[in-house]
């Protein structure tokens, strides 16, 4: 009887101890939760805080765009973002393309401090902490491009005759690094810069019998093009090295025709190519005699390589936004004009001579000596422009009115298509509207994009400056709220606000539509 029970007894405590189905023991190992799957869109990775890291570790080569959803930049640069894509996926290449909301993502855009949109980064090898700004075309091949560059060799390895000929001929502008030592800092300084020059080909070589094929006795950079003299040399200074600076002068001046003409394709170029003094050739295409100008054009160039620009804009295409910031119309072609792209200077022609290669020449030199006075553009000033309450100023009437001692004017300069100017509009118009029949206040609007002014360069739009009455041409910047109620203050305390505390409204101003806009928040890229 004891032994019976003993066994039920033993039985109980094996039952109440033992395994009940699988489940383990406190403190014993889990499974772990599946790692988040990254969501695709058009061949775009979304990415967000929770899975930057997971695709860093995954893609060894990882370009991100920060977006915002309302940013325009951001919406045109979407198709290519995902046609660059596909050509890299179609390639097979380890390169992926990314993109952060950045507005709903703020750790992510603080992390990596994103202030405008869109912001893309390049990440290699996972590396979380040494990222590379993005610097490249906003178009799909040139996309791609730059990052083949960055994931491979950015200029191809030449063995023989063969190859390099066939380099040469394939594309316009082709530049050929000759080394005879490819271990040597100078090749690294050559590679550096073939990553970025995306709109050449590269070659590079140490072979000897390529070095006597070209004529080369030292190591050498040679761009060879198909057109104007066909190459240009760089010799590598022997003390001093390659400098990168220097050589990408040498290959934006020399890649550029001595002529170029201006249309969408050349005009990156055109203002990349870092040469300040550019002389423009206004001609009709479609006519003969105009087309005859070309060559004695042409003939004048040479000697102004690197220092003047020669442009040929034709005025039968569609280059009116040229002809109207040069004040030029068509029915004016054959002409000429001459810019100073840095002071924004313009200086034309005294005298409506014929235009041959002497008369380009003679007008070069007497602009680069200090010969010529620059022009100004002005609208013509209209038979009403004091009509309305808001006075319209040209650059003809803008000295009489914003400087007459009698009145305190307040200009808004603006530009047609800026659409801050479109916005504070009917508070200017009120402001006019109250203050009309004030004898000794003046409110005008002037057009900056037509009309230039000796005083001063207005660089962002819409510029608001008040001149009060009284001698020694005093000017007041406007830089607070837009609307009638600051405005109105700001005329009755003699061109000052009262001191007070900004308010919400005033702290949240719109900036001005200039590319020098800087914030705290991340803002759309200009």
Known sequence: MDSQLLLVLLLLLLGVSGPRGQEPEPGGPSEEPPEEEIPEEDGILVLNQHTLGLALREHPALLVEFYAPWCGHCKALAPEY???????????????????????????????????????????????????????????KGIAEWLRRRVGSSATRLEDEAS??????????????????????????????????????????????????????KDTVVLFKKFDEGRADFPVDEELGLDQGDLSYFLLTHSLRLVTEYNSETSPKIFAAKILNHLLLFINQTLAPHRELLAGFGEAAPPFRGQVLFVVVDVGADNSHVLQYFGVKAEEAPTLRFINMETTKKYTPADGGPLTAASVTAFCDAVLGGKVKPYLLSQEVPPDWDQRPVKTLVGKNFEQVAFDETKNVFIKFYAPWCTHCKEMAPAWEELAEKYKDHEDIVIAELDATANELEAFTVHGFPTLKYFPAGPGRKVIEYNSARDLETFSKFLDNGGELPAEEPTEEESLAPSLETPANSSSEPREEL
């Not at 393309?97 to 855009?109: F, H, M, Q, R, S």
């Not at 316009?172 to 080394?179: A, H, L």
């Open 82 to 140: 995902s046609k660059a894509a596909a050509l890299l996926a179609a390639e097979s290449a380890q390169t992926r393309l990314a993109k952060v909301d950045g507005p709903a993502e703020p750790e992510l855009t603080k992390e990596f401090a994103v202030t405008e949109y869109p912001t893309l980064k390049f990440f290699r090898d996972g590396n979380r902490t040494h990222s590379e700004e993005y610097t490249g075309p906003r178009e799909a």
């Open 164 to 217: 390099t000929q066939a380099l040469i001929d394939a594309q316009d502008v082709v530049v050929v690094g000759f080394f005879q030592d490819l271990q040597d800092e100078d090749v690294a300084t050559f590679l550096a810069l073939a990553q970025d020059a995306l709109d050449m080909t590269f070659g590079l070589t140490d072979r000897p019998q390529l070095f006597q094929k070209f004529g080369l006795t």
